[in-house]
């Protein structure tokens, strides 16, 4: 089967950095299903796998996102059968969804909103899992809008993937939503994916918030450099409020300065429950099944603002530089055919 890997991570602009293969198609035992990749998207993970590592004595095939059919079953799978329309985001320590097939625990797995088509199903698993996670099992909100009332929750960086989706969620969840972006185009997009708010994330947010009539935050939800905005999440978190990030650090962070505050900081790594096989891994399942709910009822919409067509190297080259650029919003997919 064809697939896009690499042996060696090396920057995009790079010839090697993405490469056509022909590998052998898997076959689904146990848990697993075969899909037939119709469509993929690309996220910041896919790009700093890519770039960093040692060299790879078998082609490594990395994505992390797709929409596809079912074509075989597992001996123990026993939620879909083939033939069913499916989306998910996999797992990090798998063989990606760069490729025709892919192989994929059943358990992270879930049928394909019907309403979308399977370029704007591939472009949710990965932000609308990492959101929905942060929200719920890491800051511990719930979808009662009226326990919400009057609860503010900052997000930063709410125009780029994970942004797009966790703005509706936490609108639909009753919060009031106070994105950052710091473009005409990021500001219209957010304000029109449910923040009610916008902030300069190049800007002091106290002065901003306070602008807007807010001292303190309920809720922080940081998808954009953790370290650069540690001191001003600490400042502006409420006494016994909760942060949580997606993205690492290099620079170690003073936890301590929560401290007074009794505020809790947490982590979301999407990957964690596949990762480890943890008890509850189904629930991934069960997450993206609900917003599959959420999207036939049209209470959530796809973020996918630009797709490409023909899964190659050229174009997943062309897909990674956008992703790296900083500039993008919503989601980037690439169509198989």
Known sequence: MKAIGFHKHLPITEADSLIDLEIERPVAKGHDLLVEIKAISVNPVDTKVR?????????????????????EVGDHAS???????????GAINRPGSNSEFQLVDERIVAKKPERLTFSEAAGLPLTA?????????????????????EKTILIIGAAGGVGSIATQLANHAGLTVIGTASRPETIDWAKAHGAHHTINHHKDFREQL????YSYVDYIFCLNATDQ??????????????????VETEQALNLSALQQKSATFAWEFMFTRSLFGTPDMIRQHEILTRIATWLEEETLETTV?????GLNAEN??????????????GKIVVEQH
């Not at 939620?79 to 985001?89: I, K, N, R, T």
């Not at 099992?137 to 919400?148: C, E, G, L, Q």
């Not at 306070?210 to 009539?213: I, M, P, T």
């Not at 603002?305 to 067509?309: A, D, K, R």
Request: aromatic letters at 8%; one cysteine or more.
């Open 51 to 71: 770039a960093k590592g040692a060299d790879e004595q078998e082609p490594k095939i990395i994505g992390y996102d797709a929409a596809g059919v079912v074509v």
């Open 79 to 89: 939620l879909f059968s083939v033939g069913d329309e499916v989306y998910y985001a």
């Open 129 to 149: 899992l990492t959101a929905y996670e942060a929200l719920t099992d890491r800051m511990h909100i719930t979808f009662d809008a009226k326990s919400n009332l």
């Open 210 to 213: 306070e602008q807007l009539g």
């Open 229 to 246: 905005h540690f001191d001003a999440m600490v400042d502006v978190i409420t006494p016994q409020g909760t942060i949580c990030s997606i």
């Open 305 to 309: 603002t630009q797709t490409l067509i």
């Open 316 to 329: 997943l080259k062309e897909a990674h530089r956008l992703v790296e650029s900083g500039k993008t919003i």
